[in-house]
């Protein structure tokens, strides 16, 4: 039986055919025969079947349901790319599709699965290529591998075996006192950090002359929070005035310490009534009550000093984390999975240790960067 046939692989990688139009996959095999079925067999109940031996047709059941598709060996092959390149690079599912697509005919691209399903179907295929563990089925039964403790340089990578399970202070202490028994003469001068009480608390105690940095941006996110959890969303935005105001509460940060407090009675006395509760908020949290009978305030749960950010403004330095948010961004596109399972998360770890290594050696020997040039 003399017909075209062109043998391919699947997304998946596993066997599959094309001939006139119809993409068959292996139903079953017996020594050297092999029976194919249509694909559409199990979504479009297709009975289409092909019967060969030796890579020879010898057989072909032509009982279709459904139109052949002229560009299925174009699909079938773009589709098997995707698969096996899935398996061996490190692009993302979405420049990987992008990649292939961008040489396919309109007809061919139409005739593809939705790209969404590609992605999901590209992420699946990747995670159990890139994972021959089982994954735990809790914390208990958790082992990390030991290619996994290592470096792509074959260092120690994993250098302690818990974390903390929630922001308690006890957890936080716990987990500076094992970065303490790593590296005994760590004694950074600055920590910047999210403003959370607990782990405040515990850098205080682990490193007492390290200058705790609050983030002016999450400084801001709170007072808008107020905001909203105060039922003032629409007055901020219909109301300019109330909105000035508000954003004048975190702009205290940009004043000398010795000067916030008598500003903040100044712009207490002059707030909108509708706003009061705002200001409260701010000054039981980063303020201080004032103490009845007399001027002198508690302690706040956030010290002045910890948001205050006029001398770091007054020296050049970062006023926000937004560069620790800017990698976040950059390791979740090297991710590329908005739930990971344990071990992908890990081998992410490795690639950006690697990247990162790369990038100190590169400073090391004095290479310098390329500043990025903007053209208007």
């Known amino acids: 039986m003399s017909m075209t046939y062109h043998k391919t692989t699947t997304l998946r990688g596993n066997p599959a055919c094309i001939v006139e139009g119809y993409v068959f996959i292996i139903e079953r095999q017996s020594g050297d025969k092999t029976i194919w079925c249509c694909n559409r067999k199990g979504h479009g109940q297709c009975k289409g079947r092909l019967h060969t031996i030796n890579d020879q047709i010898v057989h072909k059941i032509d009982t279709h349901n459904h139109e052949p598709n002229a560009n299925a060996a174009e699909v079938m092959v773009a589709r098997a790319k995707m698969g096996e390149e899935s398996k061996s690079s490190n ?15 309109g007809q061919t691209i139409a005739s593809l699965p939705d790209l969404h399903n590609l992605k999901r179907t590209i992420r699946r295929i990747r995670q159990k290529a890139q994972s021959s563990n089982p994954l735990p089925s809790s914390l208990k039964t958790l082992s990390i591998p030991s290619h996994l403790t290592k470096t792509t340089s074959n260092k120690t990578f994993l250098q302690y075996d818990s974390g903390p399970k929630r922001k308690a202070k006890k957890c936080y202490d716990q987990m ?9 003469n760590l004694d ?12 405040i608390s515990s850098i205080r105690t682990a490193f007492p002359g390290a200058n705790i940095n609050g983030c002016f941006f999450h400084l801001c996110q709170s007072v808008y929070r107020a905001v909203a959890r105060l039922g003032l969303k629409t007055d901020y935005s219909n109301d300019h005035v109330f909105a000035q105001y508000t954003r004048a509460i975190p702009a205290l940060a940009f004043l000398k310490v010795n000067d ?5 009675e100044k712009l207490e006395e002059q707030f909108p009534v509708k706003g009061k509760l705002v200001l409260l908020y701010f000054e039981e949290t980063y303020i201080g009550e004032k103490k009845r009978g007399t001027q002198s ?35 979740s596109s090297l991710v590329d999975d908005v739930y990971p399972n344990m071990w992908k998360f890990l081998e992410s770890l490795k690639k950006e240790q690697s990247y990162v290594e790369a990038q100190l050696h590169q400073a090391e020997a004095g290479v310098r960067r390329r500043k990025n040039i903007i053209i208007l």
Not at 91 to 105: E, Q, T, Y
Not at 260 to 264: E, R, W
């Open 91 to 105: 692009r993302s599912a979405h420049d990987l599709i992008a990649g292939v697509v961008g040489s396919l005919s």
């Open 176 to 184: 500076f006192k094992a970065i303490h028994d790593l590296k005994p």
């Open 188 to 199: 950074p001068a600055n920590v910047s950090i999210d403003f959370e009480a607990a782990a």
């Open 260 to 264: 916030v407090i008598d500003t903040f």
């Open 297 to 331: 305030r508690k302690k706040p749960v956030f010290e002045t000093t910890s948001w205050n950010v006029h001398e770091r403004t007054m020296k050049g330095y970062h006023r926000t984390n937004n560069i620790i948010e800017g990698w976040n961004n950059r390791f």
